[in-house]
Nanobody, 124 residues
Framework: VQLQASGGGLVQAGDSLRLSCTVS????????MGWFRQAPGKEREFVTA?????????YYADSVKGRFTISSDNAKNTVYLQMRSLKSEDTAVYYC?????????????????WGQGTLVTVSS
């Protein structure tokens, strides 16, 4: 299983950006996908997650709720992270991850496979 994240870049505060993550290889049995981020000098933190089945239930960290939207295109094995009203504190390397077990959780330990990360820099 391989995850390929893309879409990062340099934007200004208040701008929008969309990240993508495509899963290749075995996807049968995948329960969900998530996005995490890691800012310089900080631990990796949960951003959002989506169930691959069961109605596509979504979960968000409080810090991004109302600004970020996760969605999926199951036919393309791709998950998207639409980020709006970006702030300087959103600057981080963003990682996508996939889990083949439950729960589709908020801990990095809940996920089995990880993408390489894509850098998002928000200038104020």
């Amino acid at each position: 299983v391989q995850l390929q994240a893309s879409g990062g870049g340099l934007v200004q505060a208040g701008d929008s950006l969309r990240l993508s993550c495509t899963v290749s290889g075995r996807t049968s049995g995948m329960h969900g996908m998530g996005w995490f981020r890691q800012a310089p000098g900080k631990e990796r933190e949960f951003v959002t997650a989506i169930r691959w089945v069961s109605g596509g239930t979504t979960y968000y960290a409080d810090s991004v709720k109302g600004r970020f939207t996760i969605s999926s295109d199951n036919a393309k094995n791709t998950v998207y992270l639409q980020m709006r009203s970006l702030k300087s504190e959103d600057t981080a390397v963003y990682y996508c991850a996939a889990t083949f077990s439950l729960p589709v959780g908020r801990s990095a330990h809940d996920y089995d496979y990880w993408g390489q990360g894509t850098l998002v820099t928000v200038s104020s």
